[in-house]
Nanobody, 115 residues
């Protein structure tokens, strides 16, 4: 079955950096678009970044120029490099993909940015 497992969250000061990882299994990873979402307390879950199997990426305006999504198809892993972090980046970050008609989510990893 499809499994997504995020790691790499934590507490960081504003201006700092973190790298999130999402290890995937249960599907042909290189064929799937992979996404990072986040959900802050009291807010809706929002799409942060996406990457196709070939490596084409897109970003939410709020993170452009600060976050970089990448993937290693040999390791079935997608990454989110986050730099110049701001307190408003504080959220639970989720890895996401769609396989056939189903949407899959990881358990999430907490990112907290202190001011």
């Amino acid at each position: 079955q499809v499994q997504l497992a995020e790691s790499g969250g934590g507490l960081v000061q504003a201006g700092g950096s973190l790298r999130l990882s999402c290890a995937a299994s249960g599907f042909i990873f290189r064929l799937n678009i992979m996404n990072w979402y986040r959900q802050a307390p009291g807010k809706q879950r929002e799409l942060v970044a996406s990457i196709t199997g070939a490596g084409t990426s897109s970003y939410a305006d709020s993170v452009k120029g600060r976050f970089t999504i990448s993937r290693d198809n040999a390791k079935n892993t997608v990454y989110l490099q986050m730099t110049s972090l701001k307190p408003e980046d504080t959220a639970v970050y989720y890895c996401n993909t769609q396989h056939y008609r189903n949407v899959y989510w990881g358990q999430g990893t907490q990112v907290t940015v202190s001011s």
